[in-house]
């Protein structure tokens, strides 16, 4: 850059000085001109739109880590996917262990719902039901010669794993238990492949009396399920 001085009209070359080095007095040299504006002009459009270039690849790029970290919405987010894994994770457990679970197995627990419900029916009527009654009278008021009948004790009377019905047949004397058993895989009663019940199934207790409820008011009660 080169200018005189409005003074002395010394030549100063270079960066302009607040005063001139010649005669000392302070000068006000104008500011100098871009010699082309319309190239200024230019120059400062394509710098906004190189930035904007840069803005939109970084919004359409991936987003930071430390963004995640601000928004409470990624907390929310990640909760409620580890909620839904952990509800499938048990739900297939327990599907695994049911389907673990043999069918002789499957149907003595069967037969413990029943006798348990036997017993829950001899402690309101007094007896267990009948021959002519048989299960039945679980699910179905026998009529007036059980008045104090206060079933229904299960929801359903399904047969066994192997579609057969469970045999029932009362007591043969005075506080005994009644006959209760599945027939088996061979379908054929009184061979070595029937199965029963505990004996203290027949036994609920007392504990039940006071929150009884009949099966069709439960939500979950003793529903058999093969």
């Given at each position: 850059?080169?200018y ?9 070359e270079g ?38 270039e ?6 359409q ?12 919405r990624?907390?929310?987010?990640v ?31 069967n037969l ?14 007094g ?40 045999v ?13 058993f ?34 069709e ?5 003793p529903?058999?399920?093969?």
């Open positions: 850059m080169c005189r001085c409005p003074y002395c009209k010394t030549k100063i960066e302009p000085q607040p005063a001139c080095p010649a005669c000392g007095k302070t000068m006000v040299v104008p500011k100098m001109r871009d010699p082309n504006p319309r190239i200024a002009r230019y120059r400062k459009i394509d710098t906004i739109w190189r930035e904007a840069q803005k939109k690849a970084e919004l790029g991936p987003v930071p880590p430390s963004m995640f970290a601000k928004n409470p990624f907390y929310f987010v909760i409620l996917i580890l909620l839904v894994v952990g509800i499938l994770l048990i739900s297939g457990t327990d599907k695994a262990v049911e389907g673990k679970r043999n069918p002789e197995q499957r149907t003595i627990k413990e719902v029943l006798a348990e419900a036997l017993g829950r029916y001899r402690f309101h009527t007896a267990f039901p009948t021959t002519e009654q048989s299960l039945a009278a679980l699910v179905r008021d026998p009529g007036a010669h059980v008045p104090d009948w206060n079933g229904p004790y299960i929801s359903h009377l399904p047969k066994d794993f192997w579609d057969t019905p469970y029932y047949k009362p007591p043969t004397e005075e506080g005994g238990l009644p006959t209760l599945s027939c088996g895989p061979d379908r054929l009663p009184g061979t070595p492949d029937d199965l029963k019940p505990d004996p203290t199934a027949f036994d609920p207790g007392t504990d039940w009396t006071n929150g009884w409820l009949r099966a008011e439960r939500w979950t009660g529903r058999i399920m093969n």
